[in-house]
Nanobody, 127 residues
């Protein structure tokens, strides 16, 4: 599975960009897709994830109510709609895919549970 993320850039605080992540290859094997981010000097952290079949979503508390993850099965693409951006949202955002069942919060938010990673896309929020 190959993942290609896009949609990052320089955004003003309060802005609403949307990130996209297109999957190709053995996409039939995908169980879940997620977004993680890594700010300078910080560890990579979970942002949101979606179960490919059924569409159940998970979001980190830090983005709940502001970011929305969704998917388009026909396009094999997952989106991250980011609203009410804050300067602390500045980070490199990575999309990831898992090809095995992730059972709830015990695994869905853990980066090493994901099997495939795309190149990150930088999101910089100016105040």
């Amino acid at each position: 599975v190959q993942l290609q993320a896009s949609g990052g850039g320089l955004v003003q605080a309060g802005g609403s960009p949307r990130l996209s992540c297109a999957a190709s290859g053995r996409t039939f094997s995908i169980y879940a897709m997620g977004w993680f981010r890594q700010a300078p000097g910080k560890e990579r952290e979970f942002v949101a994830a979606i179960i490919w079949s059924g569409g159940r979503t998970y979001s980190a508390d830090s983005v709940k109510g502001r970011f929305t993850i969704s998917r388009d099965n026909a396009k094999n693409t997952v989106y991250l709609q980011m609203d009410s951006l804050k300067p602390e949202d500045t980070a490199v955002y990575y999309c990831a895919a898992a090809n095995r069942p992730l059972t709830g919060w015990g695994s869905i938010g853990i980066d090493y549970e994901y099997d495939y990673w795309g190149r990150g896309t930088q999101v910089t929020v100016s105040s």
